[in-house]
């Protein structure tokens, strides 16, 4: 079968690429580790991953996307070019249609970058949609009603908070805080407090086994290793869901402060539907513990994580390209 449509879901830390009947192929890193001085591409994605913190002098491992943008063109386009390639197969004689997520905030300049790369990486035609129209269609809201809803995407670099009605955006914005900034903080906090120097694979890995938006009276424990900044010897930690909560809660009540400027762009009659349907959150930092609940208690409304909250976005692709000729005029800006 010949694979003439992909969606992808290009964010800053993971790229998630679905297929039309096959559906989601591929869920890699956003991450090309290349050979210096050649540049050479040698390793792109999970391989590349593992990589990162690791490589000797003469290899580099990059993310090409900072902040939901490209900020190297071509590393994305050799990035794009083994996504396409792995999804559509060596025997594809067809290049794809494809519809590629962008920050709600991205430029004419950078939205021409995505499209030109995924066409020199063998695309047919590319088109760029906001992520938030994008996850809002994921978590299963009907974006073309005249009834106000809003999607909090939170995904790698930014967190994107929209106010969606007959199927545009009425009201936006983008935030430059997310998972990337959320394993920062970690890093930060353990540099702090104990002085110990952790990687950013092992802030993540933290984050993921124990984080959550609220402390608890019954804390979780994860053991940690890294470098005692004064001995400059290997030291082990135990890191506590508690602390976690502590490093990312500034974070966070910059994302709810987000979300709070948004109301105060919102018609009112909109306000009362969001306030009645409550508040989605997707992307891969809503599956942070609590945080529904963490937003709830700040703004006083309604909070629901969507399901499968990481896949929203690549969901919402899938939805497009399914019905491509109905959403190509409203949604599509082809370049």
């Not at 005249?146 to 955006?169: C, P, R």
């Not at 208690?297 to 976005?313: F, H, M």
Request: aromatic share 6%; hydrophobic share 45%.
């Amino acid at each position: 079968m010949f694979i003439r449509k992909i969606g992808i879901d290009l964010g800053t830390t993971n790229t998630v690429v679905y297929v039309p009947g096959r559906g989601f192929v591929i869920n890699e890193p956003t991450i090309v580790a290349l050979s210096l001085p050649s540049n050479n591409v040698l390793a792109v994605g999970r391989e590349a991953k593992d990589m990162i913190g690791r490589t000797p002098g003469d290899i580099a491992a990059y993310r090409p996307l900072k902040d939901g943008v490209v900020a190297d063109y071509y590393i994305t386009r050799a990035m794009l070019k083994y996504f396409i390639g792995k999804a559509v197969g060596r025997w594809n004689a067809i290049k794809p249609d494809v519809v590629i997520s962008t920050p709600a905030g991205v430029t004419m300049t950078e939205r021409r970058a995505v499209t030109n790369a995924a066409r020199e990486a063998g695309a047919k035609n590319a088109y760029v949609v906001r992520e938030p129209l994008l996850a809002a269609l994921g978590a299963g809201i009907t974006i073309n009603s005249s009834s106000g809803n809003m999607i909090v995407n939170m995904g790698g670099g930014t967190s994107e908070v929209a106010v969606i009605s007959l199927g545009g955006i009425v009201a936006w914005s983008s935030l430059r805080v997310a998972g990337n900034k959320f394993d920062q903080a970690i890093i930060d906090y353990v540099k702090k407090k104990y002085a110990v120097s952790i990687g950013e694979q092992t802030a993540e890995a933290a984050k993921i086994a124990i984080g959550g938006a609220i402390p608890l009276k019954e804390k979780r424990e994860f053991q940690i290793r890294g470098r005692d900044l004064i001995s400059g010897l290997p030291k082990d930690l135990t890191l506590s869901s508690n602390e976690i909560a502590d490093a990312l809660n500034p974070l966070l009540i910059d994302i709810v402060a987000s979300v709070q400027s948004v109301f105060n762009e919102t018609p009112p009659e909109l306000v009362a539907d969001v306030m009645e349907k409550g508040i989605i959150l997707s992307g891969g930092s809503a599956g942070l513990r609590d945080i529904d609940e963490f937003f709830k208690r700040l703004l006083g409304v309604p909070t629901y994580v969507a399901e499968e909250s990481i896949l929203c976005v690549a969901k919402g692709s899938g939805i497009i390209l399914e019905h491509l000729d109905v959403y190509k005029r409203t949604l599509l800006q082809k370049r």
